[in-house]
């Protein structure tokens, strides 16, 4: 047998930066897209919309370990993951295959700026996502200080295709059944998904819903334009994307909010190109 035998799982091992999990479960959406969950080990903390290493061992029995957004709500004793499956790629043409059971590496120190604390208070949050950048935003969603702090949150996700509409149903419903946000999500939280590349209701990039006003519709104010005073934003997914929605929403005069210094608008980079 060769060192690429699937067949073969040598138990991982701890280190100081990774814990050792174990795989609950695993939904592949389609081809390009999958979601697994995992163990949380007790002292694993984080806040809603960070991103943490998520690994395997590589040929040379060192770990390939690639960043990841927490898709779960914080108060979950699980750890939820949203995966794209690269064909070629060093970490995702193997995680793609994990299994119940399987063991994978999960680092010891959450950390990003697609937080609360990196923002002013405010009226109406935006959350902008493309692809796998609804991850971090499926966590914050859940978090029931998001509920307090704003009036109304509003989740844009853009995709190419329908199967890449992740937790469709789920967000559809507004989040009906969650355990803890279930009645204030009924109130506040909009869905607004967009397709590119095939027949959909909603058909777009985020820049077209934002032109004909798609993305304000359910914003209980009747204001169809950003405005920094009140709107918060966070942008998560293609690099293309953010650096589009920078130059967009700086010129509209919104600041950059990091940990140290709370702004108008977040950004992450959920890939790299
Ligand atoms: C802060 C941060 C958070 C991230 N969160 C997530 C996440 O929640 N889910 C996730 O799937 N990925 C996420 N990524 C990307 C992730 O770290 C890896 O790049 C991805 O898992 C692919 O790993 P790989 O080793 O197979 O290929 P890599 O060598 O890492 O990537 C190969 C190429 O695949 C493309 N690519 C990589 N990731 C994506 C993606 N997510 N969507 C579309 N194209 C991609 C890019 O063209 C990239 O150059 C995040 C990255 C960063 C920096
Ligand atoms: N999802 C699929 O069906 C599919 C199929 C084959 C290969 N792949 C591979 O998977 C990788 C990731 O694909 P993906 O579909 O997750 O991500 P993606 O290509 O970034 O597309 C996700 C969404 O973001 C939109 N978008 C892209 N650039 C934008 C920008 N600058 N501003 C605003 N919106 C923008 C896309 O619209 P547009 O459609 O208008 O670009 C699409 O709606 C690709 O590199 C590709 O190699 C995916």
């Excluded at 969603?141 to 998001?146: A, K, M, T, V």
């Excluded at 819903?209 to 359910?218: C, N, R, S, Y």
């Excluded at 942008?235 to 005069?253: N, Q, T, V």
């Amino acid at each position: 047998m060769t060192s690429n035998d699937t067949s073969i799982k040598e138990p991982l091992t701890e280190t100081k930066a990774l814990t050792v999990e174990k795989v609950l479960s695993v939904k592949h959406w389609n081809e390009h897209l999958f979601s697994f969950t995992i163990t949380r080990p007790d002292s694993f903390r984080f806040r809603s919309g960070e991103f943490v290493m998520i690994g395997l061992p590589g040929e040379n029995g060192k770990p390939i370990l690639r960043a990841y957004s927490v898709a779960s709500p914080s108060y979950a004793e699980e750890l939820e993951f949203l995966s794209i499956k690269v064909p070629d790629g060093p970490l995702t043409s193997k995680l793609q295959k994990i299994q119940p059971g399987d063991q994978v590496y999960l680092g010891r120190k959450p950390t990003g700026t697609l937080v609360t604390d990196a923002m002013l208070p405010g009226k109406r949050l935006f959350l902008l996502s493309t692809g796998t950048g609804l991850a971090p935003f499926l966590s914050i969603i859940r978090d029931p200080d998001i509920y307090d702090m704003f009036d109304k949150i509003v989740l844009v996700h853009s995709v190419r295709r329908v199967s890449d509409l992740a937790f469709r149903e789920t967000l559809e419903s507004r989040l009906e059944g969650d355990p803890l946000v279930e009645d204030e999500a009924k109130e506040q939280f909009a869905y607004v998904p967009t397709v590119t590349r095939e027949e959909f209701h909603t058909r777009g990039r985020i820049h077209q819903l934002i032109d004909d006003g798609t993305i304000f519709q359910d914003t209980m104010f009747n204001r169809k334009y950003f405005d920094p005073e009140t709107d918060r934003i966070m942008l998560c997914g293609s690099m293309a994307m953010i650096r589009d929605f920078e130059a967009y929403f700086e010129k509209l005069g919104f600041i950059e909010g990091s940990n140290s210094s709370p702004g108008q608008f977040v950004i992450e980079r959920a890939f790299v190109d």
